[in-house]
């Protein structure tokens, strides 16, 4: 796949993982596609690294849209627990 159908994929689906986990995020929409960006990404290492898998197989493909979102659900969770902390911080 080339880096265009990527870069939608990674749209995508951190606005599908921003829909699972509804809540407040700091960094608003701009942060949300940048993690759904890199999430794709990390998912589809996983998948192979991990799972031993070719989940990145084509656009239309289920385990793409599966292994780009469950990246982009691991990498939220972990942008949340990294600015939820500092934030409670300084209103402390």
Same mark, same amino acid.
């Given at each position: 796949?080339?880096?265009?159908?990527?870069?939608?994929?990674?749209?995508?689906?951190?606005?599908?993982?921003?829909?699972?986990?509804?809540g407040k =995020?700091?960094?608003?929409?701009?942060? &949300?596609?940048?993690?759904g960006?890199?999430? !794709?990404?990390?998912?589809g290492?996983?998948?192979?690294?991990?799972?031993?898998? =070719?989940?990145?197989?084509?656009?239309?493909d289920?385990? &793409?849209?599966?292994?780009?979102?469950? !990246?982009?659900?691991?990498?939220?969770?972990?942008? #949340?627990?990294? &600015?939820?902390?500092? #934030?409670?911080? #300084?209103?402390a």
């Open positions: 796949m080339g880096i265009i159908a990527w870069i939608l994929i990674g749209l995508l689906a951190g606005a599908i993982a921003k829909l699972l986990l509804p =995020d700091p960094g608003g929409i701009i942060i &949300t596609m940048l993690i960006v890199a999430g !794709g990404l990390l998912g290492w996983l998948g192979k690294v991990v799972l031993g898998v =070719d989940s990145i197989d084509g656009f239309f289920l385990s &793409t849209w599966i292994a780009a979102i469950a !990246g982009s659900l691991i990498l939220l969770v972990l942008y #949340r627990m990294l &600015t939820g902390n500092r #934030r409670s911080h #300084r209103h």
